[in-house]
């Protein structure tokens, strides 16, 4: 799964709820999606091999 920060939770390493992979501008890659506890959006940044991986399993939908 794509784990990132909750600002608002204060905890690391969420599970992403409906992750989505999107390109930045300037070429890195991005999984924005929402907290599984309180439904804040969130994201994290991801390396180029992550982003595939987590799109090929399914994990994530790919958004560019």
Not at 31 to 55: F, I, W, Y
């Amino acid at each position: 799964m794509v784990e990132a920060y909750c600002v608002k939770c204060k905890k690391k390493g969420q599970k992403m709820k409906e992750p989505v992979i999107n390109k930045t501008a300037r070429g890195g890659f991005m999984a924005k999606g929402q907290c599984p506890e309180c439904g804040t959006k969130m994201c994290a940044m991801m390396s180029k091999d992550n982003a595939e991986k987590a799109m090929q399993s399914g994990e994530a939908k790919k958004g560019f």
